[in-house]
């Protein structure tokens, strides 16, 4: 399955490039941005992926956070997918900014009609990791995820729910407690229908609650403002909080004066998170090589 290049800039030694693919997943293209340190031009790199919020695209993280300084010094790659199906033409799509396009919470729908192409855990599980690690010759054995609100919920969900797959995983202001908001229900309820079992399945604290032990042994990194407007009625990271305390699971949760849901909020503590995947990633591996 081929990408196109949309554009090509270079960038702190690297280049930030962005694609499109037709997903057979999602059954329509799909765009993502990718950073390529300048150590990929001779090394395996691990391969961080960002997963952004409500309303936003495969641009805003490369555009707004300011990582790639520190991706470039670290030798990480950093993925950006988009953050919903677009151009399905499905009624009322478009409707809310909260729900349908811009909005696809990071799983697969089961309600008609969004049952036919939001499919986007499918997507970046199964189609787009194996593509674009293929593709650039990322070393797939070391994928670290975090997101920011909708994609922090996508990355502790994803994280928890397909175990091995990423080694380290963080968040920024996360809907942490998606069957207590009104996010979440709007969400679940207009893509997976009313049975919260299913909705169980894809919130993060319901999911670390149900661990036998502790999956994350690093730990897992956290940030939140506390200025944050949505901070009381739609993040709850308390709850999450709560969680991983009851199995164990090392939690650094930073709660931060003065800082809102924003992407300032975001640039401010992105080096931090970087970090935090890069002591769990390790080092570069040379092309062809088979240490882990």
């Known amino acids: 399955m081929a990408?196109?290049?949309?554009?090509?800039?270079?960038?702190?030694?690297?280049?930030?490039?962005?694609?499109?693919?037709?997903?057979?997943?999602?059954?329509?293209?799909?765009?993502?941005?990718?950073?390529?340190?300048?150590?990929?031009?001779?090394?395996?790199?691990?391969?961080?992926?960002?997963?952004?919020?409500?309303?936003c695209t495969e641009e805003t993280f490369p555009?707004?956070?300011?990582?790639?300084?520190?991706?470039?010094?670290l030798g990480l790659a950093l993925l950006a997918p988009d953050t919903s199906p677009r151009g399905a033409n499905v009624p009322g799509e478009a409707d809310a900014w909260d729900f349908g396009v811009g909005a696809g919470f990071w799983l697969d729908a089961m309600r008609e009609p969004w049952n036919r192409h939001w499919r986007m855990e499918s997507w970046l599980i199964t189609e787009?990791?194996?593509?674009v690690t293929r593709s650039f010759d990322l070393d797939g054995d070391r994928v670290g995820i975090f997101g920011h609100s909708m994609g922090g919920h996508g990355a502790l969900t994803l994280a928890l729910r397909h175990p091995g797959r990423f080694r380290s995983v963080s968040a920024f202001a996360p809907i942490a407690a998606p069957?207590?908001?009104?996010?979440?229900?709007?969400a679940f309820s207009g893509y997976l229908g009313e049975d919260r079992g299913r909705w169980r399945a894809h919130d993060a604290s319901e999911l670390m609650q149900s661990?036998?032990?502790?999956?994350?042994?690093?730990?897992?990194?956290?940030?939140?403002?506390?200025?944050?407007?949505?901070?009381?009625?739609?993040?709850?990271?308390?709850a999450f909080e709560a969680a991983c305390a009851a199995v164990g699971q090392a939690l650094e949760l930073r709660r931060h004066e003065g800082?809102?849901?924003?992407?300032?909020?975001?640039?401010?503590?992105a080096d931090d998170h970087l970090r935090h995947h890069a002591k769990a990633l390790g080092k570069p591996t040379s092309t062809g090589s088979t240490s882990s």
Do not use: N
Not at 32 to 42: D, G, I, T, V
Not at 63 to 73: C, D, F, I, W, Y
């Open 3 to 55: 990408t196109r290049l949309l554009s090509e800039h270079g960038c702190f030694g690297g280049v930030q490039v962005f694609h499109s693919h037709d997903s057979a997943v999602v059954g329509l293209p799909m765009r993502f941005s990718l950073f390529l340190p300048p150590q990929a031009r001779k090394d395996r790199v691990p391969l961080l992926v960002y997963l952004a919020g409500l309303t």
């Open 63 to 73: 555009t707004k956070a300011g990582a790639q300084r520190l991706a470039s010094e």
């Open 128 to 131: 787009l990791l194996p593509l």
């Open 179 to 186: 069957m207590r908001c009104p996010w979440g229900v709007k």
């Open 211 to 238: 661990q036998a032990e502790a999956p994350f042994p690093g730990g897992i990194l956290i940030d939140q403002g506390l200025s944050d407007k949505f901070l009381s009625e739609q993040l709850h990271p308390e």
């Open 259 to 269: 800082y809102d849901h924003g992407y300032y909020f975001i640039a401010s503590f």
